[in-house]
């Protein structure tokens, strides 16, 4: 069903239901408690048995030689460990972290002219490759992000706004039978001023097509809406969408970290920190917040190990190292989650400090991440293309060039590992000497090569194979030689 066929029931309520029909697995409960994850609140903070409490230990007061109970604030350590942060950080770089490679091969002059005009003008002026940063982390986080592109007046660019539930807005998209998305549904919050009295947090609603769009208050429409749209027949949104976070399904194994290593931090402060055992009846206790703890003991006339018990005996109570089973459980937990997420790029950087590794060996490292790579651009693609797309249409608007609409412009991605140009430029030219490849499309691959400069090169290989061709002689025929067409004229 279309969104036009939809907004015919003339009942919003029913409307918006089937608008956002088909969304993707999570709720809004689900995205907002992933952000709360993401922002480090982790289990292990709620935990009512790990709360701090305050205890009362017996003190005599060396001056009145009287005893006392004196209260002593008994903490317990709680590490919210981020690694879900770091799964974030790795799969928005790995994705947009070098940015896009725009390709563009059209050798005709007014094609090259109206891209260099496109490009200067809209693409690096609209800070695109920052919005779809953004983008690539939220959707980590979220599933789910939109760009709202629009013309900015005062400083006449194109610009695009992010918008996610975390920023304050419900947003989302339907698709007709074909899958092609038609309508953009946003919810939000704002403030506004009506005969000089403020209202705050009005519930709005905006509903995007591509030829017109509608805002309701509540379930009321706004008075003069709808509007058309700004460029006809394009709405101009990108919209991406997951199916999960990142992180989803390691969030237990994060959990299990954290207790783990905050139990086992306990035990280095319990245990770890000077404690001395003497050998006997305990007298005393240390307080709980002693730097040095001395446990007293008095002699109960036993013998100990070959010695009287009147002889003093005391030393440190200590542990020489966490139990076997639990340092490979903390280790398997490390593994799987970054072997079910993105790798430790602080051990590309350990091991590339400790040897020398080769651009082919880090690659070969991080294979598994090229494959979820992979699975992530065959969505992605269709929305930088749709990006470009928009672009391409508000560009020819505004710059009144409508040769934009016409280019054929692409783009690849740039991968986060580092690469060598070198090796590109050998690749390319081995392909171009065995004519697997032409010096036009093996000029377009690099990326410092603007479409003026191709064309360039192609032009100059030309005539250089003219002139090659023209040099080219066979060796006359003497026609005073008898047989002239033999061999050596005989």
């Known amino acids: 069903m279309k969104a036009e066929e939809i907004l015919t029931l003339n009942d919003i309520g029913q409307e918006l239901n089937l608008l956002k029909k088909n969304q993707s697995r999570l709720t809004l409960g689900d995205v907002r408690k992933s952000i709360r994850f993401y922002n480090n609140d982790h289990k292990i ?5 790990l709360r701090d409490e305050w205890i009362k230990e017996k003190e005599i007061d060396p001056e009145t030689n009287k005893s006392e109970w004196i209260p002593h604030k008994k903490t317990h350590t709680r590490l919210a460990l981020p690694y879900q942060q770091q799964i974030i950080m790795t799969a928005s770089s790995w994705l947009m972290g070098k940015g896009l490679n725009i390709v563009f091969t ?17 693409w690096n002026k609209s800070n695109i490759i920052t919005l779809l940063r953004e983008v690539a982390k939220i959707t980590g986080i979220e599933t789910r992000a939109a760009i709202q592109f629009f013309y900015d007046e005062e400083s006449q660019k194109i610009k695009g706004k992010v918008l996610s539930i975390g920023k304050g807005y419900e947003i989302y998209r339907h698709k007709d039978e074909n899958g092609k998305m038609d309508c953009i549904v946003i919810r939000y919050l704002r403030d506004k001023i009506v005969d000089g009295v403020l209202y705050q947090d009005v519930d709005t609603t905006e509903l995007y097509l591509q030829d017109k769009w509608y805002r309701y208050e509540g379930l009321e429409l706004v008075a003069g809406y709808p509007k058309e749209s700004p460029i006809k027949d394009k709405l101009l949104f990108a919209y991406f969408e997951q199916d999960y976070p990142e992180y989803w399904f390691v969030r237990d194994l994060i959990d299990k970290q954290d207790y783990a290593r905050s139990q086992h931090s306990d035990v280095n402060v319990r245990i770890g920190n000077p404690a001395l055992v003497v050998h006997g009846k305990l007298a005393t206790k240390p307080k709980i917040n002693d730097a040095v703890k001395i ?6 006339g036993s013998s100990l190990e070959g010695t009287t ?5 005391m030393k440190y109570l200590e542990i020489s190292s966490a139990p076997e089973s639990v340092k490979l459980e903390m280790e398997n937990n490390e593994k799987d989650i970054y072997r079910f997420t993105y790798p430790d790029l602080y051990e590309l950087l350990t091991k590339a400090v400790s040897g020398n590794l080769s651009s082919k060996s ?38 009144e060039d409508e040769n934009i609409l016409n280019l054929d412009i692409s783009f690849t991605y740039n991968s986060l590992l580092p690469s060598s140009i070198d090796d590109l430029i050998n690749t390319l030219s081995v392909a171009v000497g065995a004519h697997l490849t032409t010096y036009e499309r093996a000029a377009s691959q690099i990326d410092f090569n603007d479409p003026a400069t191709v064309k360039a090169i192609k032009e100059k290989f030309d005539v250089t194979q003219q002139e090659a061709t023209a040099s080219t002689t066979t060796k ?15």
């Not at 006359?476 to 005989?490: H, Q, T, Y």
Request: proline share 5%.
């Open 476 to 490: 006359p025929i003497d026609n005073s030689l008898p047989n002239p067409n033999g061999v050596n004229g005989g």
């Open 309 to 313: 018990s009147g002889t003093a005996d």
């Open 295 to 300: 446990y007293e003991i008095q002699s109960s």
């Open 362 to 399: 880090m690659s070969l490292m991080f294979t598994h991440v090229f494959a979820k790579m992979a699975e992530k651009q065959a969505v992605w693609d269709d929305m930088i293309r749709r990006c470009i797309s928009i672009l391409k249409s508000m560009g020819a608007v505004i710059l």
């Open 45 to 49: 903070l709620h935990d009512p048995e």
């Open 106 to 122: 059209s050798d005709v002059d007014k094609d090259i002219k109206s891209y260099q005009n496109w490009m200067d003008n809209v």
